[in-house]
């Protein structure tokens, strides 16, 4: 194995820790599935895999709002990763029936991002701690989901960013350009989980934008009028009077009329 050139002692045992997770827990089936989405998070693990010989098949769920550039990466320097197409068609299809998603429903994720995952395997993934503290309280080095039945590996639970920048340089790996435009983290354009980053991901992908209008447009002209399953008015009604005043609430994280923070 190379010896990776990272200074700091705490970092060279979390690599070695890392590398003895992934060797110490393959599966009974002789390998990993691994979940690879193509941010820098993806590539470092999947070379972290490669580094600690361990046996993985990697998948990537095409989720359908992915930035161009992003796929197209995949593509390119990692053609062993097999594309999933996703089961519920395209996004913005499903949603218009299903409804926009929201910080607080996130349905997407499920749907789009791990619907493609199958039962009773053990996946290794590229999740890190210091994403939120969320993550960091509910996840680990090993964690068992209970919802799916999974076990889940996290090599890089203890990496923070300038760890993983550091590995990826010094290991001269390959990543997606748009980080190098000044974006931070790569997912679905639009998605409510980026903030007011969004603004900035459809003043780079107009076309999303659109297409995020359309859908709220769809939404609206599709619900108004009708009663939420508790009996109450539609929730756009209530307190929106047009589609558009539902999209800037959603786009900039406002408030409710009517509703502090």
Known sequence: MRQ?????????????????????????????????????????????????????????NITTI??????HFIKKF????????????????????KGFPTRRNRWCCEKYKEGNNPKGVTLVTGIRGQESPRRAADWSLITFNKKTKEEQINPLFKWDSEDLWNFIRDRNIPYCSLYDEGFKRLGCVGCPMAGLNRIREFERWPKFE???KRLF???WNRRTGTLQWDGRQWFGNKFFRCWEEMFDWWLYDKSLPGKGN
């Open 78 to 97: 990692h053609p062993d990763v097999k594309m999933l197409r996703p089961r519920y068609g395209n996004f913005f299809s499903y949603a218009l029936k």
């Open 66 to 71: 992915d930035p161009p550039e992003l796929v």
């Open 210 to 212: 659109l297409k995020w």
């Open 217 to 219: 447009e769809g939404i």
């Open 4 to 60: 990776v050139k990272i200074k700091g002692m705490r970092f060279e045992d979390d690599l070695k820790e890392s590398i003895r997770i992934l060797r110490g827990n393959v599966p009974v089936s002789g390998f990993y599935y691994g979940c690879f989405s193509g941010g820098k998070d993806s590539v470092a693990v999947k070379e972290l895999c490669r580094m600690a010989r361990v046996p993985v098949f990697w998948h990537y």
